[in-house]
């Protein structure tokens, strides 16, 4: 398994704050309250399936007095199936809309085939995937909230020789139950995240105990890296 660090994908199309924040949290990290800086070296210490690629990107500076921002793709071979971003929001005094002093906000995207994109029951099967990836690994969580969204692309012209493409696009965020110290199991939530980053991807079962994971057929072109 790979530890929690790679490369970075393209980073379009998705949490615009993130982009324009500076690098990591407004505060310095040996600043931060000790809750945030624990649950930020479990993230970065999280071992990570090697087909997913993760690393540090820079984090929202409006959503939160303390942010850590990952981005990942899941990679096979030279080719993207799928990327994503992941941030953990602080608020030491709490937060009334998340229940908690911790956030946990994401943004997931794939490929899909049109006939795959057409149908109806996929925004309903796409969020089924998040909340049972925190199930799978019995991760507590609370005020769970989010959008799927389904995009299709036709070219014309010059372009016209390109076929249509559809895209799946998870917006999601949750607040992590706290532990010991006030501090939420990061490493296992991140774990979580990239089941789904794998499961949206098309990816087989990381082990056994997921052989009930419903995944997505290969995508017919996936991005180039």
């Not at 929202?60 to 990679?75: F, G, I, S």
């Amino acid at each position: 398994m790979a530890a929690a660090q790679g490369r970075l994908s393209d980073g379009t199309g998705g949490m615009d704050d993130a982009k324009e924040a500076g690098e990591g949290d407004r505060h310095s990290h040996n600043t931060a309250p000790p809750a945030f800086r624990a649950a930020v070296e479990a993230l970065r210490a999280a071992r990570l399936r090697p087909q997913i690629e993760v690393e540090q990107t820079k984090a929202p500076q409006r959503l939160a007095p303390y942010a850590y921002a990952l981005e990942a793709a899941v990679v096979d071979g030279d080719q993207d199936l799928a990327d994503g971003r992941l941030v953990l929001l602080h608020d030491p005094a709490g937060h009334d809309a998340w229940r908690g002093a911790f956030r946990l906000v994401t943004l997931v995207r794939a490929e899909l085939e049109p006939e795959m994109a057409a149908d109806p029951l996929l925004p309903d099967v796409c969020w089924s995937w998040l909340t049972g990836a925190l199930q799978a690994r019995g991760l507590a969580y609370g005020e769970p909230s989010g959008t799927v969204t389904r995009a299709s692309s036709h070219y014309f012209g010059g372009l016209s020789e390109r076929p249509a493409a559809s895209q799946i696009e998870i917006r999601a965020s949750w607040t992590p139950r706290e532990g010991l110290g006030g501090v939420p199991d990061t490493a296992a939530h991140l774990a979580s995240w990239c089941d789904l980053l794998a499961q949206v991807a098309g990816l087989p079962p990381a082990g056994p105990g997921d052989a009930s994971v419903v995944t997505l057929p290969q995508r017919r072109d996936p991005q180039s890296r």
